[in-house]
C-alpha cells in the first residue's frame, strides 16, 4: 500500500454501495479526506443518482470487452469499477457485494468494503466513534452480520 507524503492513500475507485450508503448517513466527505485521489465510473455515477461532488472523477473504461466479460458475472457497475481497476493503478478498489469482492481478488486486486473505509476513518481520527456510525449504516439498507460488526468494532479499539 503506498502512502503520500500527506498520509493519504494515493488512489481509489468506487463502487456505487460505498457512494450511497456514505450519502445516506451523511458522511460522503470522508472519501476525499482519506484519499487523494476518488474515481468511479460513468456506471457507478448513474447508479448512484445523486449530483457527483466535485472531487469525484468519473472515468470511463477503455476496454469494453473486458467489462463485459465481466458483466457476466457481476453487475454493470461492479463490472465497470473491476475493469477500471486494471486499467488505472489504484491503492483499493471499494466493492461490498460478495461476487463483486471475490471476482476483484481473483483479479488480483486490493478490495475494501464501505466499512473497512469507516474503519480507516476511525483510524484517521475523522470520526471518534465508529459503532454509531455503525448503528446508522445498519439503519440504512446494508446489511452487516454481528460477527462483522464485532470484529470492526474490536479492529477499532471500542471492544
Known amino acids: 500500500m503506498k502512502q503520500m507524503p500527506s498520509g493519504k492513500q494515493s488512489l481509489i475507485i468506487t463502487d ?7 450519502s445516506k448517513i451523511g458522511q460522503l466527505h ?5 484519499f487523494n485521489n476518488v474515481i ?10 445523486d449530483a457527483i461532488p ?3 472523477k468519473v472515468i470511463a473504461v477503455t476496454n469494453q470487452q473486458l467489462q463485459g466479460e465481466y458483466e457476466k458475472l457481476v453487475n ?16 483499493y478498489i471499494i466493492i461490498d457485494d460478495l461476487q463483486g469482492r471475490k471476482l476483484a481478488l481473483k483479479l488480483g486486486l486490493t478490495v475494501i ?4 473505509i469507516m474503519l480507516k476513518a476511525k483510524q484517521a481520527g475523522l470520526i471518534h466513534l465508529l459503532k454509531p456510525v455503525l448503528e446508522q449504516i445498519e439503519n440504512t439498507n446494508f446489511r452487516i452480520t454481528p460477527t462483522l460488526f464485532e470484529t470492526i468494532l474490536r479492529d477499532a479499539g471500542e471492544l
Open 16 to 22: 456505487a454501495s460505498c457512494l450511497i450508503i456514505l
Open 30 to 34: 470522508l472519501l476525499p479526506q482519506l
Open 40 to 49: 468511479t465510473t460513468p456506471e457507478i455515477a448513474n447508479e448512484y443518482g
Open 54 to 56: 466535485e472531487w469525484l
Open 76 to 91: 454493470r457497475g461492479e463490472a465497470s469499477a473491476i475493469t477500471l481497476a486494471n486499467e488505472v493503478e489504484c491503492d
Open 113 to 116: 468494503g464501505t466499512l473497512g
